[in-house]
């Protein structure tokens, strides 16, 4: 078995475990039984639960993220964005209501910033940085703060309600904040 075949098994049974079990409740034992793994085997990975928990995350969105950062494909971003909160209902909602919320909401924030910036780029050929991290951080915020309060929810909105007050909000937006930026120049 390859490193990350067995990463990948660990990640899924981290997932499995949140189906049934509180975050905070899920052992290494818990784990590392799902996966079919030793605990060695789970140490010589990841340090503790909280890296698996990071790494997962980060595996598992921000790694395909690439192909949807173009000003024509940020909307097929955001809508990844929801199938992954939506498939892993449980995994998220355990996350968001645990004591690594905050694991979460920054992995939230760095795939959306990510969309964004690949929009910004895709859009204009040279944008000033600070004019840059401003629209990544306004936009990006939006995106997550309506994730946020989605999971705050429980997920009770319909996936094609918020993507469509995404795009009312977003749709051309970054392209006119770009402009108002460079006219203010």
């Not at 784990?31 to 060695?40: D, K, L, S």
């Not at 355990?94 to 905050?102: A, H, K, M, T």
């Not at 094609?160 to 930026?181: K, P, T």
Request: aromatic residues 8%.
């Amino acid at each position: 078995m390859t490193v990350d075949s067995t990463k990948r098994r660990l990640a899924a049974a981290l997932k499995k475990c949140t189906e049934t079990t509180p975050l905070n409740k899920i052992t290494i034992e818990m784990i590392a039984e799902t996966a079919q793994v030793t605990r060695n085997t789970f140490h010589y990975h990841f340090s503790d639960l909280h890296y698996l928990l990071a790494w997962t995350l980060d595996n598992d969105v921000i790694v395909e993220l690439e192909p949807y950062t173009k000003l024509s494909r940020w909307q097929d971003g955001y809508r990844r964005m929801l199938d992954y909160v939506a498939l892993n209902r449980h995994f998220c909602l355990q996350c968001f209501r645990s004591l690594d919320r905050q694991l979460l909401e920054d992995f939230l924030v760095s795939v959306a910033r990510q969309m964004v910036q690949g929009v910004v780029r895709d859009a204009a050929v040279s944008v000033d940085e600070e004019v840059e991290a401003a629209i990544m951080d306004f936009y990006g915020g939006a995106i997550v703060m309506q994730l946020v309060q989605w999971l705050a929810t429980g997920l009770q909105d319909d996936q094609e309600v918020l993507y469509h007050r995404a795009e009312i909000g977003l749709d051309g937006a970054i392209e006119n904040a770009i402009r108002q930026a460079t006219k203010s120049e």
